[in-house]
């Protein structure tokens, strides 16, 4: 791109801002379904990087929670300046961000975080942008699913990532809304209804681990995948091996095992609520499969830990990678049948 083309994209989207490119007219419109997840989000930026310089890019955005956040991002052709700003956050830069209060309907207040959306979107409203774009929320007490597709893009990006406890409700069009991941954490649906002729959604919850099992009343367990099992049996054989070492050591002397460590109230809600996020995606993913899946590896990375973007958009870009063959053949697919 000459400097003058981008002086130009500079003066009509506004200081740090290029304009998303837009597909040939005969191809198919490719979407991505950006899911929810908090700090592992900075995934979804990865995930676009790798699209992009494969040449792939989407006409179509759908995000829920984190994904609304970078969704919205690079719709507005912001993403630039989220990436940079992601990467320059440390502990004590997203301890500034939060202005924690006793009172209320959430923890966090949230006005710090609007102001930097508001400093980087300003005015920016959701149907002006180059990007087909749409955020994901949950309207209180009813339990809708809303599907914010006009309006201003601050204030819908916002409401998609109020967490419940956390952050406080959004009022918007007289609804009260709250994060969309406790309706439709990774929204294939949506992407679909704006136009995406092909969908790739971008799950950040599809960790092994956390696909729980059932626990039968007589104690006995059945593993509800196989990889799952491969991981307790191999758990359970290093605890077997442990165990006969320390069966030798304490063999003249036994000595009670301490009981671990009560676990804190936030880690309590957090696990809660990544728990549920867990069994809601693999519950709408199977009624509403995409045509290509991308699960970054963001097991070792906790959900509040935002000071880890450089992390998390390497396994995002990774993945993305490992991923363009099945794109490729997907739309090649959707070609044909347009």
């Keep these: 791109m000459s400097r003058v083309a981008a002086l130009r994209e500079a003066e009509v ?7 998303p490119r837009r597909p040939a007219p005969s191809a198919p419109r490719l979407g991505l379904a950006l899911g929810g997840g908090s700090a592992r989000g900075w995934a979804h930026i990865g995930v676009i990087r790798a699209l992009e310089e494969a040449g792939l890019y989407p006409a179509v955005v759908a995000g829920c929670s ?4 970078v969704g919205g991002c690079y719709a507005a052709g912001k993403l630039d300046l989220l990436e940079a700003f992601a990467l320059g956050l440390t502990k004590r830069r997203v301890m500034g961000l939060l202005d924690l209060r006793l009172s209320g309907s959430g923890l966090i207040g949230g006005a710090r975080l609007r102001r930097r959306l508001v400093q980087d979107l ?53 609804r009260l809304l709250m994060d969309g991941t406790l309706v439709n954490p990774v929204p294939v ?9 092909l969908v790739v ?19 006995s367990e059945e593993d509800a995948a196989d990889d799952v099992e491969q991981v307790v049996a191999g758990a359970v054989e290093a605890r077997r091996r442990w165990n006969l070492l320390g069966a030798v050591r304490m063999r003249r002397r036994r ?9 804190g109230i936030a880690r309590v809600m957090f696990d809660a609520f990544n728990i549920t996020q867990d069994r809601i995606s693999r519950s709408r993913l199977e009624r509403e499969p995409p045509d290509v899946s991308i699960g970054p590896d963001l097991a070792g990375m906790g959900l509040f830990e935002f000071h880890r973007a450089a992390e998390g958009i390497a396994q995002g870009r990774l993945a993305a990678r490992a991923a363009l063959p099945r794109i490729r053949a997907a739309l090649e697919g959707a070609s044909a049948r347009i």
């Design 13 to 19: 989207f506004g200081p740090g801002a290029v304009e």
């Design 66 to 69: 984190i994904g609304a956040v």
């Design 122 to 174: 300003a005015d920016r409203r959701i149907e002006d942008l180059p990007v087909r774009f749409a955020g994901v929320a949950t309207e209180l007490g009813t339990g809708h699913e809303v599907w914010l597709s006009r309006g201003p893009l601050v204030e819908a990006v916002q409401a998609s990532y109020a967490l419940p406890g956390i952050f406080p409700p959004v009022r918007l069009e007289g």
């Design 189 to 197: 649906a949506l992407a679909r209804a704006l136009g995406a002729d």
């Design 201 to 219: 959604c971008v799950n950040l919850n599809c960790d092994p681990r956390a696909r729980g099992g059932l626990i039968e009343p007589d104690g």
């Design 255 to 263: 000595v009670p095992a301490p009981e671990p460590a009560a676990p």
